[in-house]
């Protein structure tokens, strides 16, 4: 996915609602994501002339249509998923947990029906807990998904750090190819041409996701085919004849049938062989195909169709440093060669202003990552102290109730005539209010 | 498909449409356009525009097409939409619903128009 919203010279805005954009349910996400990034860029190029605080208007307005669409775009999904399970029959349904009460869970049911009951007699008093318990949780796990998926999850390859990405959009097959030969402070650098392709034969026409990749673009990631292999180097000449698989459309379609390597499969009209599966472990990083890849084809970046096509910048690349080089080494190679073809090229190399048409070299973690870092845990903070607050809140009405309960209740007044339940009953019968009301505010885990 | 099945059409969807029928257009270009079209009454977000795209698709309303670069977008390349045949013909329904609401309400002289002149 070659996206503005991934890119490190982009606005904070731009990539504030880049990072929003994960909010999204994945498939829409991978669907439309970086489109929408796109389209949001654009948008806020526009407003930024009329001044910033027309381009904060326009974050603020698009962010919060953002959360509502990713809300309902989940909770249309859940209703289709539940409508699928639905469909399954009876028998085939895994047992449902606790049906045969027992034991301590038959007190614990008992227990749970008195909070039901109580709350049903007090709506208001339930309402408000769990509405405030609610927005402290729902703000929080929002917060913090956002969190673990862009700061906390290093990236999965071998030796991370070492991976750069060349930033300010899509390259051009020229570049990328001198590129190749000249900067010698990169151990291998590879080009992907992300692009959507239809599988048909086997089950109904399909458009699934694909990248074009070059000669060493797995190597650089240390990736392992699951099953088969991955592209020979004579198979990177003239147009394809051989695919992989990415191991989803594998399992979706084919059934995960192992036999399918090395047989024909119909992609965009040509007949090519099976050479691999892609495993599930392997991700290829957002900002140079997206994390949801289905078929893999190899790029030939010499093909005479583009191979001098200066205007043609449809490759994102990144690239591994060679040992003992550093990013600085590289940044000027790369800053050499630029200059080296402005002479040339002034209207291709060089801005209207005059200035060199530098191409960044940024770490790949820093580039996925980028500045919504301090942002994101000043936000995480935040909503931390909101949902202190919230607790704090419905501790108060709990206490509330608690005294006047102790009015009536038998277990509060040790003194009472025959108490009805022991004395272990009775915390556990406040404590199931508590822990309903919490429940019914929390998500559940699969929605986080 | 029947397009009478799509009718009537939300007010978003059927901006979206129209604004596809002179040209293809990417995301952005259809937010000018309807914002245009709409005589700047209707903003759509990215995410929502998405949201519909995709359902336009499902309903096989509008139609992908390539990516090809935007001159209006720095020349980076962005991915077209068009509204499809059966698109055209739910759209053009669509439109001749509104006209007939719009006469029903200038026989009622609640808008100016030829019908009150009369």
Partial sequence: MTSRVTDASAPLAVRLYGAMLRLLPRDFRQGYGAEAGDAFNDMYREARHRGVFAGLRLLAWAAGHLVFCAARERWQDRGEAARRSSAVPLGNRPPRRFREPFGMFTTLLQDLKYAARSSAK??????????????????????????????????????????????????????????????????????????????????????????????????????????????????????????????????????????????????????????????????????????????????????????????????????????????????????????????????????????????????????????????????????????????????????????????????????????????????????????????????????? | MNPESQIPLNPRDYLILFSLVSEERHGYGIVKQVEADSLGQVSLDPANLYRAVKRLIRDGLIAEGGKRAAPDAEDQRRRYYAVTAFGREVVALEAARLATLADAARAENLIPGPESRR
């Fill in chain 1, 122 to 448: 007090k709506p208001t008093f339930a309402l408000s807990a769990i509405l405030i318990v609610a927005v402290g949780i729902g703000a929080t796990t929002t917060i913090f998904s956002v969190v673990d998926a862009v700061l906390l999850r290093s990236l999965p390859y071998p030796d991370p750090g070492r991976v750069i990405l060349f930033t300010e959009g899509a390259h051009s097959f020229p570049d990328y190819n001198e590129w190749a030969v000249r900067l010698d402070a990169f151990s291998a650098i590879a080009g992907v041409w992300d692009e959507r392709v239809d599988v048909t034969g086997d089950g109904p026409p399909e458009q699934v996701a694909a990248a074009r990749v070059t000669t060493d673009f797995f190597s650089i990631f240390g990736a392992t085919p699951y099953l088969g292999r991955f592209f020979a180097p004579e198979e990177f000449a003239g147009d394809p004849i051989v695919a992989l698989l990415g191991h989803g459309i594998w399992q979706r379609r084919w059934g995960a049938d192992p036999t399918l390597v090395g047989k024909t499969v119909t992609i965009d009209g040509q007949a090519l062989v099976i050479a691999g599966i892609v495993g599930p472990e392997f991700q290829p990083p957002e900002a140079l195909a997206g994390t949801h890849v289905d078929v893999w084809l190899p790029l030939d970046t010499n093909n005479p169709e583009w191979r001098d096509s200066m205007g043609f910048h449809v490759m994102s690349v990144a690239g591994r440093l060679a040992d003992g080089a550093s990013i600085d080494v590289a940044q000027e190679q790369i800053d050499a060669f630029t200059a080296a073809r402005a002479d040339e090229y002034p209207n291709r190399y060089l801005r209207s202003d005059g200035a060199l048409r530098t191409v960044p070299l940024v770490p790949l973690r820093e580039a996925t990552v980028q500045e919504v870092a301090e942002t994101l845990y000043l936000l995480l903070g935040a909503v931390g102290f909101m949902l202190l607050i919230a607790c704090a809140n419905v501790a108060n009405l709990f206490l509330a109730r608690g005294t006047e309960r102790a009015r009536r209740s038998p277990c509060a007044a040790p003194s009472a005539p025959a108490a009805a339940a022991s004395s272990g009953r009775c915390s556990p019968k406040a404590l199931p209010s508590q822990l309903s009301a919490a429940s019914a505010a929390s998500p559940s885990p699969t929605s986080a």
